[in-house]
Structures are given as structure tokens and as C-alpha cells.
């Protein structure tokens, strides 16, 4: 297994035809995230794995034709119905292909549209935090039993909080975000579930809620299962290249799921990317 690129970054083409792309310029590790959507999805990700591609999904792959936002907190049950049937049938096709993950983000104490995703969230009323976080412990606990009966590893993505969201809301509207919450989480759930720790929503998080970035990286190593590896300006998720200094990389990132998740598909800074990783492990 290397390191793998994300397809996350595309929004005019399917994930799998991005993906053919990537794998026909030798990147053979490629984590399917984003794009439009492909009703052959499946039989062109069984066509790439047979080609010889290393491939794992990410959160809303499979796509589905009619947008929706994965909540798994939320308190209305036909969002969480839809969620949990979303993540039941990746861990499934995960299976099929043979990948040994699947990943999706942390939960919302609201229900935002999916034209919000990634911009601004206009404020409204909250779900409690402490139910919103039990419902969301026990939801991931039984699709963790669901994963393991597939051989398939659960993670969970921190989410990231923006400086603009934080005064939106005056608060913090999402789960996963910071160090205490992120950590009781996973030691709540005894290992049955991973963190795919995403540096980049790390480092907007501790600008927005005021924690030291590395200093929490430290903290929630124990947890990591994977890694999502991009840079930004500290106000923003940005999905920027990073450099051999990044701040990362003096941290432990020896993991088998890295992802390059930088969001400029240019070959030789994808290749240059790949290779400050490699050679730092």
C-alpha cells in the first residue's frame, strides 16, 4: 500500500474517471472522494481494481443521484436512516473491492442543505451537544460491528471549525472538533473505531476554538487509524500543497492510510507531495 491521492477536489467529473486518469499517470493508491455522480460506479471501481489500482472510499462515495448531507447525529430520522444505509452500503462495497477502510466525517448539531457544505452554515437552533454525542457514540458503535463482520476498518474524520462558523453559531455547531471531545469519543469506543485525523481541519479547529495545533496532534495519536495531509492558511480548509516543513511532519505519521488530499491535480506536485512523505518515513 502507498500513499494515496484523493479524488476530492473534482467537481465536474466522476471520481472514477478522475481516478482512471491518476492510475494512468502511475498512481496506483487512490482514495474515491467528491465528483459527480456515476450510477456504473461499482463496475468502474471493480474495473480499476482489476486493472491493478489500490482504491478506498471515502464518506459520500458511493454518490448518490440526489445530494444529502451524512449526519449521523442528527435527530431527525429519516436523515439518520439515510446516513446509516449510506455507510452500510460503502463498508459493503468496501468488502467487494477489498479495501480494508471506510472513512466518513463526525456528526452536526443541525442539519445543514448540501449547497452549505464547505461554505457558510446560516445559524440555527442547536441540537444538545450531550445527546447529540450519545446518539452519535452508540450509532458508530453498531456500524463498527457491521464493519468488523466485513473485515473492514471504521474511521472517523474530525471535522473542522472555521473561525466564521464559530461566530455564526457563537459556538461550535459540529462534532469531533477539539482535543477533549475527540478523545473521549474514541476512548469511549475501546478501539472499535479510528480516527482519520485531518491535519488540515486540525489546524482551522485550533485557530477557531484557540488550542495549539501540535500539541493536539500529540494528544490524539494514540487514536490516529489514517491521515489526511493538505495545508492552508489556518482560516480556512483549503486543501493547499504542503511543503517538506510543514508542521506535520515532525509528528508520527506512520500509518498505512495516508492520503494526499491536496486538491490541484497537477502530476509532478502530486508526485513531489508523495515523495516529502515517503522520504520523511
Known amino acids: 500500500m502507498g500513499v494515496y491521492v484523493s479524488t476530492g477536489g473534482v467537481r465536474d467529473r466522476t471520481c472514477t474517471t478522475v481516478a482512471e486518469e491518476l492510475f494512468s499517470q ?46 449521523l447525529a442528527s435527530d431527525d430520522d429519516q436523515i439518520f436512516a439515510q446516513t446509516d444505509a449510506h455507510i452500510r452500503r460503502a463498508i459493503d462495497l468496501s468488502a467487494m473491492v477489498g479495501s480494508p477502510w471506510y472513512a466518513f466525517h463526525a456528526g452536526f448539531l443541525i442539519d445543514p442543505q448540501p ?68 478523545t473521549e469519543f474514541f476512548e469511549s469506543l475501546e478501539g472499535a473505531v479510528t480516527l482519520l485525523l485531518d491535519v488540515a481541519h486540525l489546524k482551522v479547529s485550533a485557530n477557531a476554538l484557540g488550542f495549539d495545533q501540535d500539541l493536539a ?3 490524539l495519536e494514540p487514536y490516529v487509524g489514517g491521515l489526511h495531509l493538505s495545508d492552508n492558511d489556518g482560516r480556512a480548509d483549503q486543501n493547499l500543497p504542503f ?14 492510510y495516508k492520503v494526499i488530499e491536496v486538491y490541484d491535480y497537477d502530476e509532478q506536485l502530486l508526485r513531489k507531495q508523495i515523495d516529502y512523505v515517503e522520504k520523511l518515513l
Open 26 to 71: 502511475g498512481f496506483e493508491s487512490i482514495e474515491l472522494s467528491g465528483g459527480l455522480y456515476d450510477p456504473e460506479l461499482e463496475k468502474s471501481i471493480v474495473a480499476l481494481k482489476e486493472r491493478g489500482a489500490d482504491i478506498t472510499l471515502h464518506n459520500y462515495i458511493p454518490l448518490q443521484e440526489t445530494p444529502y448531507v451524512l449526519n
Open 115 to 182: 449547497n452549505e457544505l464547505g461554505k457558510r452554515i446560516s445559524r440555527r437552533d442547536l441540537q444538545s451537544r450531550s445527546v447529540s454525542m450519545g446518539v452519535f457514540k452508540a450509532r458508530v458503535s453498531n456500524l463498527a460491528e457491521y464493519a468488523a463482520s466485513k473485515n473492514v476498518n471504521l474511521l472517523v474524520e474530525n471535522n473542522v471549525l472555521s473561525m466564521g462558523t464559530r461566530r455564526e453559531f457563537d459556538g461550535n455547531p459540529l462534532l469531533l472538533c477539539e482535543t477533549d471531545e475527540i
Open 217 to 219: 496532534f500529540d494528544l
Open 243 to 256: 511543503e517538506p516543513d510543514a508542521w506535520f511532519f515532525n509528528k508520527n505519521i506512520k500509518r498505512d
